[in-house]
């Protein structure tokens, strides 16, 4: 299956798109993610994505197409893959439609996490990353076993630095203005099915796999 997930921040794409990605087998490709590797990186294009991603904006279009275009013409995307976190703007949605139809294929269905904007606020202030292995937790519905290290490997949790109140106030507003309009846009091609996305992780992925049917 080609999957998309849509939603605003916080929303629990990334939680749930880890789970449902192992249940079927496909990968789980967060552009998100990836950019947060490469603005890890000391170098020039580093510091440019570090800036643009602390500020609560999108990384240009062109690079971020042309990343995804890599990614899915990777040998482990071809029997399937979740998208989590792009297309985040209708240039990027027609653009993946031709990146597809250059591979031979296309979506089979978009989900919309629906959350309120009250749970959002919660997730976000509550989140915390490792910064080695990349799982997620929250201190309040999902914390470490021991205070604010990882499980996996012992290292000091971090808050993600777009997780500060401004910068998520701005990514609020350009989810508002670029990535809502997608929700049309898939609506229209009738593949968007919209998911209650409220309640435990355990709860929002049992609804995830009747929506796929599994
Ligand atoms: P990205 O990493 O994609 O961020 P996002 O879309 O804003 O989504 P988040 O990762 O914040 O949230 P999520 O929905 O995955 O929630 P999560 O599962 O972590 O993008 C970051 C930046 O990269 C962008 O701002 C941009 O600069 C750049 N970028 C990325 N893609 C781009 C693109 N296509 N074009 C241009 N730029 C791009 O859950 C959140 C918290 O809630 C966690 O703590 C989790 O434990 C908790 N939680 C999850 N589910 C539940 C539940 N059911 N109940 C209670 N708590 C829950």
Known sequence: MRIVLLGPPGAGKGTQASRLA??????????????????????????????????????PDALTNDLVRWRLARPDAQDGFILDGYPRNVEQADTLDGILDD?????????????????????LAGRRVCPVCRTVYHMDTHPPK?????????????RRDDDLEETTLRRLEVYGQQTRPLYEFYGERGLLTEMDALGTTEEVFGRLLAVVGR
Do not use: Q
């Open 22 to 59: 192992e249940r079927l087998e496909i990968p789980h490709i967060a552009t998100g993610d990836m950019f947060r590797e490469a603005a890890a990186e000391e170098n020039e294009a580093g510091r440019r994505i570090r800036k643009v991603m602390e500020c609560g904006e999108l990384v």
């Open 103 to 123: 591979l031979g294929t296309k979506i089979d269905l978009a989900i919309k996490f629906m959350v309120r904007g009250s749970d959002i606020v919660a997730r």
């Open 146 to 158: 021991d205070d604010e290290v990882c499980d996996n490997d012992g290292v000091p949790l971090i």
